[in-house]
Structure formats: C-alpha cells, structure tokens
C-alpha cells in the first residue's frame, strides 16, 4: 500500500449526511431495550424521565453547538478541550473517548448479533458468533478505507432503514394505547427517578462522536449547529412516543428483554415483531458504523495535534483516508468485541461520556475568553448560565455511580496519564 503523510482529509459529507449521521449515533440500541428498563425503575414516571433527561441533553447539545461552531479540524471534544484547557485534560478526553466508542461498538455488536439469531438462532454459537462479529467488523472496516463519502452513503441508508421501523411503531401504537396502562398512582423514589435518568443518557448520547469528523464536512462550523439541534428535536418526540406506547400497550413492560418487539407482537401479530426485529438490526448497523467512522479519526486526530505518533496522520493516496488510524482502531474494536457483552460497557459508556460533557460545557466560557480560537459560528444566548447549570446536572448524575464504576473510571482514567506520561511526544 503506498503511503502518503499528512491530513488530506477529503470533505465528502453534507449537511443532510451529518443529520443522518447524528441520528444513526444516537438512535441506536439503547432505545430498543431501556424503555423496560426505565419502567422497572420508575413506572410511568418513567416519560418524566425522559423529559428530564432530554433538558439535560438539549442544555449539553446546545453547549456542543456553539463549541463546535468554533472548529473545522478533526478532533471534536478532544479538540475543544486540547484548545480550552490544554495538552494534558485534551489527551484524557480523546482517550476515554476512544476507549468508550471501542467498548460501545463491541456491546452493540454483541447485541445486534443476538437479534441476528432471531433469524438464525445459531448465531450466538461458539462457532458462528466470532465469526460473524469478524464479518462485521472487516465490513465496516473496508466501508470505511474506501472513502468517506461512502461511508456517509451507507450512513443515510441505514438512517432511513431503522426510521421507517420506528415510525411504523409509532403510528400504529398510537391507536392500540390503553390509557388504564399509564398510571401516577405510585410514585417512585428519588434515587429510583435518578437512577432511570442516568440509564437513559446511554440512549440520548453519541451524537458528539460526529464531531470528531469535522475535517471531513463541508462547512463543519455553520452544518454542526444546525443539524445537532434538529436531531435533538426530532429524537426527543420520536423517545417519548416510544415510551408512551410501551407502557401504553405493554402490560408486562417491566420484565420485557425485547420491549419494542413485545409491544409490535400484541398490537401488530408476528409481523409487526419482524419488522420492528428488522428495523433493531438495521438500527444497530447503521450505528456501529457511524461509531466506526468516528472511532477511528481519534488516533490521526491526536497525531495531528502531535500528541500521537506522526505515522497515524498517514492518508491513503487515492480514498485519502487515515488508513493506519482506521487499522488500528478497528483491530482494537475486533479484540474487546470478540470479549464483551452488551450490558458490560451501558453504565461505564454513560459516566465517561458524562465526564466529557461537563469538560465541553465548562469549555464554552474558556473559550469565549482565548483571543487565539475562531469566533463562534452560533453564539448561544446566556451561554455562561447554560454552561454552568449542565455541568452541575452532570455531577449530579455521576454522584449516583457505584464504587465499582468509580473504580473501573479511575483505572482508565490512570492508563491514560500513564501514556500521557511515557509517550514522549510532543506536550504543546
């Protein structure tokens, strides 16, 4: 393969390709096993939770809004806070960052391939489940060295695949609601209400990795603005109708493994199930390879900041893809997917992310003071307040993690400083 250094990125997604690509990161496979979840924990209380947890997530989206109208590099929140609070904090956040999208691609590829065995139940065998998460894997390893601009074709086709699905669900669920279904009779506890909030940020979270491509976008610092913020509109109706049907239609909501599939079954037969079974396959796909192409910029972003080796800026000569950078991370991506489970990266996946958003939030007013950095494209209206009051609801989410998950954030967190430490490059 011939080699070529420096960052030629090519910018091959538009406006609408970004939109597709934000939706295939959020709406993965949280939102097809958590509405259960969250019912366990808080009942019908649990549509105020994801009322809450959406105004968290619109203060976040509004924070990364105008952040990202600052940039046009690679990088996304490595980046803001490479430039907010220097080397060492920048470093951490595109570490965990990195370490978190390797273990949520290998936890939704062990899940869509136990929907895969809806199909084929021999799947999740010893023999054909390494095998086809290897299938996997070099699939979208390939989608992905062979340009950006296919990649994002593949994008919108699984963005539409997992939406007519989801609508489908919606319409006619609308129609099947027993209002009998949703009671407030009994209201949870506080910690049980929390609790169900931070569960969800798994579901309304991912959209940030788009960020990380903005080299490879047209116009990153006006199209980021405004296509984050219309995804979150559209994904907080399309949630909490979601939910409503679940409970509205789902008396045995709260022991439900497959919600989505259980409630289609009573309200729409076998066929219904199928289809929403379909739709959880190519919701998940479409996902993995939107983490897939964000995943694998983080090494050439680091490289390009030199806080990685220069080696990992390497573009391909003619699909002008940081091909070293996407070899890497997918041989890492291959190794924890052939040892994970799903629900082993869902609690640790959400307190990291949490991490870095109040890193971004708090970065927005560091920011708006450095003389050095682009002025924002979309400036937010009492930005400062904003700002200040996601980071305090992100605290107060992590204040609910376990000693366990503390531990296990604490070892990562000590594997980066350790590389940060004996890497030997540059510091800036």
Not at 8 to 14: D, F, I, Q
Not at 395 to 416: K, P
């Amino acid at each position: 393969m011939t080699q070529k250094r420096g960052p030629e990125l090519v910018r091959g997604m538009g406006r609408w390709d970004l939109i597709a690509l934000i939706i295939n990161l959020i709406i993965g496979a949280g939102i097809f096993g958590l509405p259960s979840k969250v019912f366990h924990l808080a009942g019908s209380y649990s549509i105020l939770a994801y009322v809450g947890c959406s105004i968290l997530m619109g203060l976040i989206m509004l924070c990364f809004a105008e952040v990202s109208s600052r940039f046009s590099s690679t990088g996304g929140p490595y980046l803001y806070a490479l430039r907010a609070f220097g080397p060492f904090i920048g470093y951490e956040v595109g570490w965990l960052m990195w370490l978190t999208r390797i273990t949520a691609f290998a936890a939704v590829c062990n899940l869509l391939v136990t929907y895969i065995s809806f199909f084929w139940p021999a799947a999740t065998s010893s023999t054909w489940r390494p095998l086809i998460i290897t299938g996997i894997v070099v699939t979208l390893t390939l989608i992905n060295l062979i340009g950006v601009r296919r990649s994002a074709v593949v994008n919108n086709f699984f963005a539409i695949g997992k939406l007519i699905p989801l609508v489908l669900f919606i319409v006619i669920g609308l129609f099947f609601i027993d209002p009998q279904n949703i009671s407030f009779e009994s209201s949870p506890s506080y910690n049980s209400l929390s609790n169900a909030m931070l569960i969800l940020v798994f579901a309304f979270t991912g959209f940030e990795i788009s960020t990380i491509n903005a080299g490879e976008v047209k116009n990153p610092r006006r199209n980021f603005p405004f296509s984050m913020l219309i995804v979150l509109v559209f994904v907080v109706i399309i949630y909490i109708l979601i939910q409503v049907i679940c409970i509205g239609t789902l008396p045995e909501l709260a022991e439900s493994e497959r919600p989505l599939v259980d409630a289609a079954n009573l309200f729409a037969g076998p066929l219904g199930a199928l289809v929403i079974t379909i739709g959880a396959v190519l919701s998940m796909t479409g996902s993995l390879n939107a983490t897939m192409l964000g995943c694998t910029r983080l090494p050439f972003a680091l490289a390009e900041q030199k806080q990685a080796p220069e080696i990992l800026q390497m573009t391909h000569p003619k699909f002008k893809t940081p091909w070293l950078s996407i070899l890497i991370s997918a041989t890492a991506i291959l190794v924890v997917s052939l040892t994970y489970s799903f629900m082993t990266a869902v609690t640790m996946n959400v307190i990291i992310k949490l991490i870095t958003y109040g890193i971004i939030c708090i970065s927005l007013p560091a920011l708006r003071k450095k003389k050095d950095i682009k002025p924002a494209r979309y400036k937010l209206r009492g930005g400062i307040i904003v700002a200040v009051l996601a980071f305090i609801i992100c605290i107060w989410l992590l204040s609910h993690s376990t000693i366990n998950e503390i531990l296990q954030l604490v070892v990562a967190i000590s594997v980066g400083v350790v590389l940060y430490k004996t890497s030997g490059l540059k510091k800036m």
